[in-house]
């Protein structure tokens, strides 16, 4: 089991920055991938941003590139999630994963759930 707890949420007004983290419980193994997903109010959950912990390559959705950044450290299990440039559309639960693989986008793939943080992003 891998328990993972984000934090770094917030309200930021649109063009604002804010640093979203995740932490692991234990090290994940070197296969793994770590991956944030969002959740906007009547939407589906959909897929952010995702790091392969091995090598570090990154995989992003549209909206996400160019704004965002995901980064990992090493040495505290950790995942961030780097947003600039905010928008009122990003408003929603952002969550983190992680499962076995290389940079997954699809919910199923990811074995570990974080509770979520709430971004809010003001116009």
């Known amino acids: 089991q891998v328990g993972l707890v984000e934090s770094g949420g917030g309200l930021v007004q649109a063009g604002g920055s804010l640093r979203l983290s995740c932490a692991a419980s234990?090290?994940?193994?070197?296969?793994?991938?770590m991956g944030w997903f969002r959740q906007a109010p009547g939407k589906e959950r959909e897929f952010v941003a995702a790091?392969?912990?091995?090598?570090?390559?990154?995989s992003y959705a549209d909206s996400a590139k160019g704004r965002f950044t995901i980064s990992r450290y090493n040495a505290k299990n950790t995942v961030y999630l780097q947003m600039n440039s905010l928008e009122p559309e990003d408003t929603a639960v952002y969550y983190c994963?992680?499962?076995?693989?290389?940079?997954?986008?699809?919910?199923?793939?990811?074995?570990?759930w974080g509770q979520g943080t709430q971004v809010t992003v003001s116009s």
């Open positions: 994963a992680a499962g076995p693989g290389v940079l997954m986008r699809m919910q199923y793939q990811y074995a570990y």
């Open positions: 234990r090290r994940t193994g070197s296969s793994y991938t």
């Open positions: 790091i392969w912990w091995t090598a570090g390559s990154t």
